[in-house]
């Protein structure tokens, strides 16, 4: 893939992979419709391991979050890739419905790079036309979180 590999993987190292990934994201959005929910996973070996995921259901998320979780301690960053539901700046006491029911959700394009030093995510928001064709963005948001994040989802601080 031609990712960087370099000691300590903060964002000055996650963000280019980020925005990588992020770039290929756009154009499976373009081409297919739909964005293909993936994790990469860079092992402190060296070697890099793609997951397809499979299901949908709120409880295999459930699984697949703690699977990343436990294999973290094993990997130097981890990428994820997918389209979801999303609330741009959340509440400060954080969310207490399901993201897909909140009256100010929107749909996008989220890539996570996490390392033990923190998460770079890049998110590009987007909408679809009358036939559910995805209309190009260039509204992208970008986050930095240092430590667990403040409203824990699936995905999200998998290093603590």
Excluded: Y
Excluded at 7 to 34: T, W, Y
Excluded at 94 to 115: D, K, L, T
Excluded at 146 to 151: A, M, N, V
């Amino acid at each position: 893939m031609g990712l960087p590999m370099a000691q300590g993987m903060d964002r000055e190292k996650l963000e280019p992979i980020a925005r990588e990934m992020m770039v290929k994201a756009s154009k499976n959005l373009k081409n297919d419709g739909f964005v293909a929910f993936a994790v990469i996973l860079h092992m402190k070996n060296g070697r890099t391991i793609p997951v397809s995921v499979q299901g949908d259901e709120d409880s295999d998320k459930e699984h697949l979050g703690r699977t990343l979780r436990g294999l973290a301690r094993e990997c130097k960053f981890i990428v994820i890739i997918n389209e979801m539901w999303l609330v741009l700046n959340p509440p400060e006491a954080g969310i207490s419905m399901p993201v897909r029911n909140h009256p100010r959700r929107i749909e996008g394009i989220c890539v996570s790079a996490q390392s033990p030093h923190g998460e770079f995510m890049l998110v590009h928001k987007f909408e679809r036309d009358s036939n559910n064709v995805p209309l190009e963005s260039t509204e992208a948001h970008t986050v930095w979180m240092e430590g667990p994040p403040p409203t824990p989802t699936n995905f999200q601080g998998l290093f603590h």
